[in-house]
């Protein structure tokens, strides 16, 4: 390939001007970059993919998070990675550069934790989904997307454990456990999963699955998101799919009480049944309680599971449909398009006491206002998750009947002063709410904020997730403000 070709297909035409190759109004940033004096080329050399720096086009746009909050942090440089080798050439420049790393699959990233100041190895050009084959198994790309695999699995009728919101990554999902409508029949995302390709810090290229560097494998159902290395592709069990019964519900009366009535009903649901159920602030003032889901069955037996609920009071909006699974999913999915927002989670034992719900209630009459939403959710867990040892995988917490969080959102509308007294909500909240569920949280609704995070992401696996960190990547390459150290 000719030189300019080259620089062109590899964004490198921008990089060139802050090298002194060339002028134009680049060159009036170049001082402020973290990354000027470091050779970037070198690095654009080895890559099939392009490599972009600030000021490049679309450079702000790859890189932007989806939690805006951290939208001021930018990297150095973006390696777009197109195969394996890329991976493992931005890891040895990286590091014999001393340039700070991070993945970056989806982005969604709660706290803002597939962002560096350094190289961001950004493998979502590596999205491509394998042909299922008889064996129902798909290779998927370690920067695939939910919307990459709601294509690819329409066809073949077949279906994962898979998120609501189509623009989250499959790599950030799967590594941290994954929830979705299915778990209560199928198991979390990472139950799915029976291999997985990575690249180490040290540049090897690892298959782990049940056989092969099993410890890993076990440590990446759980825990793999930017702790160990970074995920080339996943391959995932899938299983059949037929039509559903989806439903989203809306009630705007007796809300205490049809908390307290969902709460007792759905601890003995089937597992066919999966859900998550809302009450939401608007900023108008009002509040709502929502049930939103699927069942493998038909709207009859939808009907007579939620009859209790019905009995307590009739919902003001509801919607009920048979539909084709994919098709049902187009219904109970959204975009995940970014905002500003922050989210905390605790589990539940067991069903919510009436204090915890005369809490929530009490917190949410009390939420301050924002121009977004305020919400407290819980999603359905049990079934198939829980059919699994705490032990077997990293993902630690199997005995939880919910998870439950408070989300908080709002926008540049919002005055800091708005904010900061919505934040103090948030954590007083949150701080109440511990005592009445339990003191740990979800390691994919991760929490910049959350005090004793190892403990509460990982319970009584941290010290063999730790080991295995050790022995994987000793001298710490792979780092974040929660990642999992190399020693207690
Ligand atoms: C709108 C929205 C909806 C969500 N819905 C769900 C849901 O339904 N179920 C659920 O379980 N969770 C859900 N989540 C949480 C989501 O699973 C996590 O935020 C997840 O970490 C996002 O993955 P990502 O690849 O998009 O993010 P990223 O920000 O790219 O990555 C997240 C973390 O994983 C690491 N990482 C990413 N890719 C790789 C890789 N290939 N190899 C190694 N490390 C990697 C990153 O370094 C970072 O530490 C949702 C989040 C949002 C914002």
């Not at 680049?26 to 993919?49: F, H, K, N, Y």
């Not at 790599?171 to 941290?176: A, D, I, N, Q, R």
């Not at 799915?192 to 049940?210: H, I, K, S, Y």
Request: glycine content about 10%.
């Amino acid at each position: 390939m000719q030189r300019r070709e080259f620089l062109q297909r590899s964004g490198a035409t921008m990089l060139g001007l802050w090298l002194g190759m060339g002028c134009g109004s680049e060159t009036a940033v170049a001082p402020s970059i973290p990354g000027s004096g470091l050779p970037w080329e070198a690095l654009a050399r080895l890559l099939q993919g392009p490599l972009l720096l600030p000021g490049a086009p679309d450079f702000s746009r790859i890189v932007a998070p989806w939690n805006l909050r951290y939208i001021d942090q930018k990297p150095a440089g973006v390696a777009r990675c197109q195969s394996v080798a890329d991976v493992q050439a931005c890891l040895a420049w990286a590091q014999s550069n001393g340039v700070p790393l991070v993945a970056r699959s989806g982005g969604h990233s709660y706290a803002g934790f597939s962002l560096t100041p350094g190289l961001m190895i950004d493998v979502s050009p590596m999205n491509q989904i394998g042909t299922v084959g008889p064996d129902g198994l798909a290779r998927v790309g370690g920067g695939a997307r939910n919307a990459n695999v709601y294509a690819a699995l329409r066809a073949p009728s077949v279906s994962l454990t898979h998120g609501r919101c189509k623009q989250v990554g499959v790599g950030g999902l799967v590594l941290g456990g994954g929830i979705g409508f299915n778990m209560r029949l199928h198991g979390l995302t990472c139950d799915g999963l029976v291999e997985t390709e990575m690249v180490t810090a040290d540049g090897r290229v690892l298959t782990c699955n049940a056989q092969q560097n099993s410890d890993l494998f076990w440590a990446c159902r759980g825990a793999g998101g930017g702790n160990f290395g970074i995920h080339t592709s996943f391959t995932f069990q899938t299983f059949p799919v037929t039509q559903l019964t989806i439903y989203q519900l809306k009630w705007r009366t007796r809300l205490r009480q049809v908390l307290g009535s969902l709460n007792q009903v759905l601890a003995t649901v089937p597992r066919e049944m999966g859900c998550k159920v809302s009450l939401v602030a608007s900023p108008d003032g009002s509040l709502e309680v929502q049930l939103l889901g699927q069942l493998l069955g038909t709207p009859t037996q939808l009907d007579s599971l939620l009859a209790p609920v019905y009995a307590v009071a009739a919902p003001d909006s509801s919607q009920v449909e048979v539909r084709a699974y994919w098709d049902a999913q187009e219904f109970l999915s959204e975009e995940g398009d970014p905002g500003y927002s922050h989210e905390r989670s605790h589990f539940v034992f067991g069903q919510l006491s009436e204090t915890a719900l005369d809490t929530v209630v009490d917190f949410m009459l009390r939420w301050p206002g924002t121009s977004v939403s305020a919400d407290w959710k819980f999603f359905l867990m049990g079934g198939a998750v829980a059919d699994i040892a705490s032990d077997a995988t990293a993902y630690v917490h199997r005995q939880a009947s919910m998870v439950s969080s408070v989300e908080l959102e709002w926008s540049a509308q919002d005055s800091p002063k708005t904010i900061a007294t919505n934040q103090a909500w948030l954590t007083e909240f949150h701080t109440a709410m511990r005592s009445l569920t339990s003191g740990t949280s979800y390691q994919n609704f991760i929490d910049a904020d959350e005090p004793d995070f190892l403990r509460a992401y990982y319970g009584d696996n941290l010290e063999r997730l730790v080991s295995v960190k050790a022995q994987i990547d000793p001298n710490n390459v792979f780092h974040y403000a929660q990642s999992i150290p190399v020693r207690l």
